[in-house]
């Protein structure tokens, strides 16, 4: 089968670092999604990663391991706007998305 | 560049009535896709199309119908809605369905079912 989990909430501080964790199993594996969504908001692309490593993209980086099924996205420097639900998902065999439950990030001053 | 849009944004309904949700995209993307939100859970396909002409079902498409006359237009239709159809309903599009080309949202229909 597959699943993929990743934690229901997180804090951190404003101006600090944190990283939001993703673990995955399928059988068949096309990449790996982050998207960012805001309250009320819709889904935005922040990262895809398909060889293991790390992707850098300004404040944001996305690490893969696919032997592992294992994905993180750290953010750094945070700030009060990165409060916002992150979304991991990979994509399957048949080249759909099978998503997380996202991950509600709550920053504090 | 609009990007996605969806219509509408709300609407409300009584068990059994039926309604259609409208997806248009200008971005000249072959790739469409209906997902529902609920809350606990991740995003799930209910019907995607490949091109237009295209339809097929996703994860959920029970109770769900599509259609995809023209590239840019994906309509969702409810026969007979159910309080379990309450949801927050999200259309996306993509260039392609390979990893290289991720999905492009629109704002979401919140939808109640009375």
């Known amino acids: 089968g597959q699943n993929i989990d990743q934690p229901t909430e997180m804090t951190a501080t404003e101006g600090a670092i944190v990283q939001i964790n993703c673990t995955y199993q399928?059988?068949?594996?096309?990449?790996l999604f982050w998207y960012q969504q805001h309250a009320g908001e819709a889904p935005t692309f922040l990262s895809y990663?398909?060889l293991d490593g790390l992707e850098e993209k300004g404040r944001f980086s996305s690490f893969l391991s696919r032997s592992k099924g294992y994905s993180y996205l750290l953010l750094k420097e945070l700030q009060m706007k990165d409060s916002a639900s992150y979304l991991c998902?990979?994509?399957?065999?048949?080249?759909?998305?099978?998503w997380g439950a996202g991950t509600k990030l709550i920053i504090k001053p | 560049n609009a990007g996605v849009t969806q219509t509408p944004k709300f609407r409300v309904l009584k068990t059994g009535q039926s309604m259609t949700l409208l997806c248009a995209q200008d971005?000249?993307?072959?790739?469409m896709y209906w997902y529902r939100q609920d809350p606990g859970m991740g995003l799930r396909l209910i019907h995607y199309?490949?091109?237009?002409?295209?339809?097929a079902k996703g994860e959920v498409p029970d109770g769900y119908n599509v259609s995809r006359l023209k590239k840019q237009n994906f309509l969702l239709g409810l026969e007979s809605a159910a309080p379990s159809q309450t949801s927050v309903y999200f259309c996306?599009?993509?260039?392609?369905?390979?990893?290289?080309?991720?999905?492009?949202f629109g704002d979401g229909t919140r939808l109640s079912i009375l």
């Open positions: 996306a599009s993509s260039y392609a369905g390979d990893g290289n080309q991720p999905q492009h």
């Open positions: 998902a990979f994509l399957d065999s048949n080249y759909q998305l099978i």
């Open positions: 399928t059988s068949g594996f096309n990449g």
């Open positions: 990663n398909v």
């Open positions: 199309s490949v091109g237009e002409g295209t339809t």
């Open positions: 971005m000249n993307h072959e790739y």
